[in-house]
């Protein structure tokens, strides 16, 4: 881990997941707990695999896996510089972004994490039943997520993220 990786590791780290921001909310954000680990700030050492396994506990734990990973957020825990934006458009609340739930597959890979083949099985499910691969999920039944001033894409390129680590954990 680089110096300023350990300085910051300081201010955002609470003994079982990291802080969305230095204001230290209290509220569960999916992506403070991935980001660190799919960015590079921690290698594949054994030190980090046990962090990243404190936090896949603490995240299945908030029910930011649920339905799939990972949840933005979770409902009724909202950034009050938001409040009028979440009231209206609650997109960033508990709704699931793919584009985390890559990143998220690709930390359990890079630790060979032996969840990895159960998580990528779950979004080629996913991606079959739907026939698209999703922007945003909405948390209830797993369909594409319909807000008053969103609409989920149905196209996303980050498929290609996820046709690759399909194609790799077959070989």
Known sequence: MSPLCHVQLEHFWQQDHFVDDLSQ?????????I??????????????RQRWD????????????????????????????M????????????TVW?????HFLEVLRDFSH???????????????????FPE???PKNSQLYEGA?????DSMLWAANLWSMLNKSQV
């Open 98 to 102: 793919t584009c985390l739930g890559l």
């Open 25 to 33: 909310p209290i509220w569960p954000s999916g992506d403070a707990q």
């Open 114 to 132: 032996p969840r990895f083949i159960i998580e990528l099985e779950r979004y080629r499910l996913l991606v079959e039943q739907l026939g698209c």
């Open 54 to 81: 404190t936090v896949l506990y603490w995240l299945d734990e908030q029910g930011l896996n649920t339905p799939l990973p990972c949840c933005y957020g979770v409902l009724g825990q909202y950034n009050r510089r």
């Open 136 to 138: 945003v999920l909405n």
């Open 83 to 94: 409040h009028l934006l979440n009231w209206l458009n609650p997109w960033q609340q508990n």
């Open 149 to 153: 001033l969103i609409l989920s894409e």
């Open 35 to 48: 980001l660190p680990f799919w960015c590079g700030a921690f290698d594949h050492n054994i030190a980090s």
